[in-house]
């Protein structure tokens, strides 16, 4: 069956000859979809195992709380920096070949960043950002170009995936501490074997894709040619994600929804880096047990998935989201307030909705960079900037939340200036959530 798809798209469903290559790339697809889920569970992995421990390393180094918030913040700025070349690496050597490199890297990362030395701490955040930046902006235009009938539930797959891994390594990080003597090293550098086994499930798909090169690339690239031809601008060739084009394509970077979709990105990523880096912190602080704030932030990261999995599939289903920037802007700051007014007797309570509306904030955010993309290339552009200044706005939100929390001795001004952030998400969000295309 042909998949619906509207404009640029509609033009390759029609068209047999470059049809053909997407079903080469889908000849597996329950390979395809085991890879994606494996390396979406690295996508918030690396950042999560650090929260719970945040404090042993700080000790161990001597960090003050501004430098400590560094540990989370270092990573979450090369998310950024990382997006900045992610599109070009996908068009220049294919996205499957650089998605497994990314794997390799995250891997090498979570490794150096645990050897003995500051440096090499911050280092290995460098690494570990990096890679994840690849992950995060190349997949929403894997997902547009291979499964373009069915984008909405494939990012819910995937973004579930992503909030499922961190859930797990949250809740994990303090017991394998212990297991392995009071390591916290060993705790982090446990999960570069996460990042493993997801490259080797990306190996069959480099191969693949490297076989498209022959008789289905030959078929996709004939389908090309006789579209450009006729003045249509298909999808790229075997595994990138540009274009053969009569003419350029307009830059995203001057297009008002993009950087509406853009700020959302970046807004709803910096209320949730800011409780990555300081949630355990929060509560500890106010009287809670270590081991007991370990075990909210693995509650908080666990209901995300209820969010990360629902908000995408009804996004999917709507002309407009505005409702569902409503809702989810509503359950992050009632969360926040709750932290404000009584953070450990109601923390159930506020963890579960600040992980609701997490979830459902990142599954927004990324279902409408699908969403308001006409196709596969503009989705890698748009994912890539909405990741370069989304990332590079929410890095500053652990840092800014620590100094703050440093000069006044409270979590509650930190805890006032993210609510004026859920204001802001609010508005922003509600302008890109329209029914219209970059």
Not at 13 to 36: F, S, V
Not at 66 to 93: C, D, E, H, K, N
Not at 418 to 429: K, P
């Amino acid at each position: 069956m042909v998949p619906r798809a509207t404009g640029v798209t509609e033009a390759l469903a029609t068209d047999a000859p470059a049809t053909a290559g997407r079903r080469a790339r889908l000849a597996h697809p329950l390979l395809l979809m085991t890879a994606i889920v494996l390396a979406s569970l690295n996508m918030r992995a690396a950042l999560a195992s650090v929260a719970p421990l945040v404090g042993e390393i700080a000790e161990q180094y001597g960090l003050s709380s501004t430098a400590s918030s560094l540990v989370t913040s270092v990573p979450v700025l090369f998310l950024g920096a990382g997006a900045l070349v992610a599109p070009w690496l996908g068009r220049r050597f294919g996205v499957e070949p650089v998605l497994l490199a990314a794997l390799v890297l995250l891997g090498a990362g979570i490794l150096v960043r645990v050897l003995p030395s500051v440096y090499a701490l911050y280092g290995g955040g460098v690494l570990v950002g990096t890679a994840i930046a690849l992950l995060n902006v190349l997949m929403p235009g894997l997902i547009k170009r291979d499964f373009p009938d069915r984008a909405a539930p494939m990012t819910s797959l995937y973004t579930g995936a992503m909030i499922a891994g961190a859930t797990v390594v949250a809740a994990a990080s303090v017991p394998l501490e212990d297991a392995f003597g009071g390591s916290w090293e060993a705790s982090l550098a446990f999960w570069s074997l996460l990042a493993a086994l997801a490259a080797v499930a990306w190996l069959p798909q480099v191969l693949l894709a490297k076989g498209r090169t022959g008789q289905a690339g030959q078929a996709e690239q004939a389908g090309r040619a006789e579209q450009a031809g006729r003045g249509r601008r298909p999808h790229d060739g075997p595994g990138a994600l540009s274009v053969v084009a009569a003419a350029p394509a307009r830059s995203v970077w001057r297009s008002a929804l993009a950087w509406q979709v853009t700020l959302f990105m970046g807004l709803q990523s910096l209320w949730t880096y800011v409780l990555i880096a300081w949630m355990p912190t929060i509560f500890t602080d106010h009287g809670m047990s270590r081991s007991t704030a370990g075990v909210m932030f693995a509650f908080n990261t666990l209901t995300q998935v209820a969010g990360a999995f629902a908000v995408p599939l009804l996004a999917g289903r709507m002309r407009s989201q505005r409702p569902l920037v409503v809702l989810v802007t509503t359950l992050v700051a009632a969360g926040y307030a709750g932290l404000l007014a009584a953070p450990v007797q109601g923390a159930w309570l506020w963890s579960a909705l600040l992980g609701v509306g997490q979830g459902g904030g990142v599954g927004l955010a990324l279902t409408l960079i699908v969403l308001r993309a006409g196709d596969a290339v503009t989705a890698s552009r748009l994912s890539g900037m909405a990741q370069t200044v989304g990332y590079l706005l929410a890095a500053a939100g652990p840092l800014v939340a620590g100094a703050v929390h440093q000069a006044t001795g409270s979590w509650t001004v930190p805890i006032v200036l993210v609510l004026g952030v859920c204001a802001t998400a609010l508005v922003v969000g509600l302008l890109a959530a329209g029914d219209r295309k970059v």
